[in-house]
C-alpha cells in the first residue's frame, strides 16, 4: 500500500496543525513521523486514519483519493499512545472485536476467529494472557495486545501513535525492537509518530521531520543525522554544540579558529552559526600549531567506552557548554582532570549563515 | 536474624498532627449523629409509626382503596414514561456533551440543569401557560378533544421536566473521564454506529447509567410541586401518590395519609440501599482503564 499526501492544511481555530504538507510513504515501510510536541505529527497520523478531516489537500491509498472515504472503508489498524483497549472485554474478545463486527457475509466463523485470534496473540507472545481484562495488564503487554488487535482486521497500512510514549524506558526498549523485527516479518506500510529521537533512528527506514505543522526534512535516519537539512533538524537530532561566527568570502571565523567555507564564497561578513556533533570534536593538551579554541573541563562523565566531558570556552563564540566525546583510550592517553585547560578543533561542522536561516529554534 | 524495629511499631505515644484531639473528634461525631437522627431518622420512625398506629388492617385498607390504587398506578406509569425517555435522552446528552465538540455546547450543558434551579412550581406553571385553554394551543386542543393539563399527560410532562438532569448529570463527567479513544479504536476496526454503543459505548457507562436512572426514578415518583401545578387532584384520575398524601393529610385522615406516604418512603430506603450497591461500582468504572 502507498500512501501519498498532497497539499494537506489544516487549522485548529487560529492554530495552524498542518501547513501544506506532501509525503509519499512507501510500500512495506516503516516510516516515522518525529517532532516536538505541537508539530502536527498526531494530527497528520490521524489524518491518514480518518479520525479527522483536513481543511484542504488529499490523502492517497494506492492513488485512489480516500479524503471522503470512512474510516471503516480505509483498512488501517491504528494503535494508541494509551492503547485504548476495550475495558469491559476480555483480551481475547479485545483482539477478536474487528472480527466479530463484519456483515454476517464477511465474518469468520467462530472457529476460524478462534484461530486467528490464537495466532495473533502467540504472535505478540501473550496468549496465556487471554482470559484477562486489560486492567489487569501491565503496560508493555497492553500495548502488545493493541498491536495485535490492530493487526487482527489485515489492515493494509499501520498507524502508531506514539506507541511507547506511555511506557518505562526499559519495556521502551525491548518493544521497539520487537516492533522492528516483527515489521521485518510482516512487512506491512506502517508510519508511527514519536518525539523520541533515539527510538526513530533506531526503528525507522525513514525519518520525516515535522515542526510547528511544516515538514523539515524527509530521509533516512543516516541521512537525517548526518546531513540536517536546517538548524531545527540539527538540534531536534541527537546532542549539538552551538557555535556563534561569521562567515566572509568562503572563510569561517568562530573565535581565532578560521574554517574553509568555499559554498559560501559570496557572503560579505555574515553573522552565522556553526554546529558540531560531540563526537565531531577533537581534544588536545597542546595547541599543535594549529588554530583550535581554548576551553576548559568543567565536569567530566566516563561511564562506558565513551567520555563525555562538559566544557566552558574562553571566549563567548559558544553560549552554552560544550559537550565532547572522545574515547576512552583517548581520555587516558591525555589524562585529563577536572579544570584541565584544553583546546578543541571540530573535525566536521556545518554552517548556516543567518540568512538562510530558515526554522527559528530560540 | 534480628528483626529491625519499624518506626510505626514503636508504642512511644507521639501525636500524630493530622489528626484533631479525640474530645473534638467525638463531638463532631456526636454532632453530625443528633442533626441526622432529628432531621431524618426521627421523621422516617415517625412515618411509620403513624402508619401503623392503628394496625395492619387499617393500614392495609388506607393502601387499597380504589383511590390510593389509581395513584399508585399513576404514579408508575408517569415514572414508566418519564424514566424511559429520560434515558434515551441522558444519553444522547451526554454523548453529544463528552465526546463531541460543537457550537452551543455549553448552552446544552446549561440547559440540562435548568431543572435543577428552577422552582418544580414554576415548572408546572409553564406547561399550564403552553398547554392549558388560555394558551395560543389551547383552543386547538379543545377543538380535537385533547386534554393536557389536569390530565396524565401533564403530569407526565411535568415528571419528565423535573428529572431531565438526573441521567445526563451522572453520565457526562464518566464518559468525559473515560474519552472517547475506545470509540474511535472501535470504528476504526470495522464496527458501526450502533455496535460501538452496544459494545463499548454501554458496557463502559453501565453502572453510572443504573445510577442515574434510580435517582431519576426515585424524583418521578415522588416529585410534588410541578405535578400539583398540573394535575387539578382529581381523585381517582389524576392524583399521584404524593398528591394523595396531601389531599388525606389536609381531610384530617392521618393514618391513611402516612400510610400512603410510607409507600413512598419505603420506595426512598430501597434507592439508597440500591444507590449505595451501585455507587461502588460506579467508581470502579470510572478508575479501571485510566490508569496504565
Redesign the interface.
Known amino acids: 500500500m502507498t500512501i501519498e499526501i498532497h497539499d494537506l492544511s489544516k487549522q485548529f481555530g487560529s492554530f495552524t496543525a498542518l501547513n501544506d504538507i506532501n509525503l509519499k510513504v512507501n510500500p512495506g515501510e516503516l516510516l516515522a513521523l518525529l517532532g516536538p510536541s505541537g508539530s502536527g505529527k498526531t494530527t497528520l497520523l490521524r489524518v491518514i486514519a480518518g479520525l479527522e478531516t483536513a481543511d484542504s489537500g488529499q490523502v492517497l491509498f494506492n492513488q485512489e483519493d480516500s479524503t471522503d472515504k470512512h474510516i471503516r472503508d480505509r483498512h488501517v489498524g491504528f494503535v494508541f499512545q494509551h492503547y485504548a483497549l476495550f475495558r469491559n472485554m476480555t483480551i481475547f474478545e479485545n483482539v477478536a472485536f474487528g472480527l466479530r463486527v463484519r456483515p454476517r457475509k464477511q465474518r469468520p466463523s467462530a472457529r476460524e476467529i478462534n484461530r486467528r485470534v490464537t495466532e495473533l496473540l502467540q504472535l505478540v507472545q501473550l496468549d496465556w494472557l487471554a482470559d484477562r481484562y486489560p486492567h489487569q495488564l501491565s503496560g508493555g503487554q497492553r500495548q502488545r495486545i493493541a498491536l495485535a488487535r490492530a493487526l487482527a482486521v489485515e489492515p493494509s497500512v499501520l498507524l502508531l501513535d506514539e506507541p511507547f510514549g506511555a511506557l518505562d524506558a526499559k519495556v521502551r526498549k525491548e518493544l521497539r525492537a520487537w516492533l522492528r523485527k516483527l515489521h521485518d516479518d510482516m512487512h506491512i506500510t506502517s508510519v508511527f509518530v514519536t518525539h523520541d529521537q533515539e527510538e526513530t533512528l533506531e526503528v525507522a527506514d525513514r525519518i520525516v521531520v515535522m515542526n510547528r505543522g511544516r515538514i523539515e526534512q524527509i530521509g533516512t535516519p543516516d541521512e537525517v543525522y548526518e546531513k540536517p537539512a536546517n538548524p531545527f533538524v540539527y538540534e531536534f537530532l541527537g546532542h549539538v554544540n552551538l557555535f556563534h561566527g561569521r562567515v566572509h568570502q568562503g572563510h569561517a571565523w568562530i573565535g581565532d579558529l578560521e574554517v574553509d567555507a568555499p559554498e559560501y564564497s559570496e557572503a560579505e561578513d555574515l553573522n552565522a552559526i556553526a554546529y558540531v556533533r560531540p563526537h565531531d570534536l577533537e581534544v588536545d593538551r597542546t595547541l599543535n600549531g594549529e588554530p583550535a579554541l581554548a576551553a576548559h573541563i568543567v565536569h567530566i562523565l566516563a561511564i562506558g567506552p565513551v567520555v563525555r566531558l562538559e566544557l566552558a570556552g574562553k571566549d563567548n563564540q559558544s553560549a552554552n557548554s560544550i559537550y565532547a566525546e572522545i574515547s576512552k583510550e583517548r581520555f587516558r592517553e591525555l589524562q585529563l582532570a577536572r579544570g584541565d585547560q584544553v583546546f578543541i578543533k571540530p573535525r566536521k561542522l556545518d554552517l548556516f549563515p543567518n540568512h538562510t536561516q530558515n526554522g527559528s529554534i530560540h | 536474624m534480628t528483626a529491625i524495629p519499624l518506626p510505626q511499631a514503636s508504642p512511644a505515644p507521639h501525636k500524630v498532627v493530622t489528626q484533631e484531639s479525640p474530645w473534638a473528634r467525638w463531638i463532631l461525631i456526636l454532632l453530625a449523629l443528633s442533626f441526622l437522627s432529628l432531621f431524618l431518622l426521627l421523621p422516617l420512625v415517625a412515618v411509620f409509626f403513624e402508619a401503623l398506629r392503628k394496625g395492619w388492617e387499617v393500614y392495609l385498607a388506607a393502601i387499597t382503596e380504589p383511590d390510593a390504587l389509581a395513584a399508585i398506578r399513576l404514579t408508575l406509569i408517569a415514572a414508566a414514561i418519564a424514566v424511559p425517555l429520560n434515558l434515551i435522552f441522558g444519553i444522547a446528552a451526554a454523548w453529544a456533551i463528552a465526546k463531541f465538540e460543537f457550537r452551543g455546547k455549553s448552552i446544552l450543558t446549561s440547559l440540562i440543569d435548568l431543572p435543577f434551579s428552577v422552582s418544580p412550581v414554576v415548572a408546572g406553571l409553564i406547561y399550564v401557560l403552553i398547554f392549558g385553554l388560555q394558551s395560543w394551543i389551547g383552543p386547538w386542543l379543545r377543538e380535537h378533544d385533547l386534554s393536557i393539563i389536569f390530565a396524565v399527560p401533564g403530569i407526565v410532562l411535568a415528571t419528565i421536566f423535573v428529572t431531565v438532569p438526573f441521567i445526563a448529570r451522572e453520565l457526562i463527567p464518566l464518559m468525559q473521564a473515560q474519552g472517547s479513544?475506545?470509540e474511535?479504536?472501535?470504528?476504526?476496526?470495522?464496527?458501526?454506529g450502533w455496535?460501538t454503543l452496544w459494545?463499548?459505548t454501554l458496557?463502559?457507562i453501565k453502572w453510572g447509567l443504573l445510577y442515574g436512572t434510580i435517582l431519576c426514578n426515585a424524583r418521578a415518583m415522588g416529585e410534588f410541586g410541578a405535578v400539583s401545578v398540573v394535575s387539578g387532584h382529581i381523585r381517582g384520575l389524576t392524583n399521584t401518590l404524593s398528591l394523595h398524601v396531601e389531599i388525606l393529610y389536609n381531610e384530617y385522615n392521618f393514618v391513611a395519609a402516612f400510610a400512603v406516604a410510607s409507600l413512598l418512603a419505603l420506595l426512598a430506603l430501597i434507592t439508597l440501599v440500591l444507590k449505595t450497591l451501585v455507587e461502588a461500582r460506579v467508581a470502579q468504572q470510572t478508575s479501571?482503564?485510566n490508569h496504565?
Open positions: 479513544e475506545e474511535e479504536a472501535a470504528i476504526i476496526l470495522g464496527a458501526n455496535q459494545y463499548i458496557p463502559n479501571r482503564g496504565p
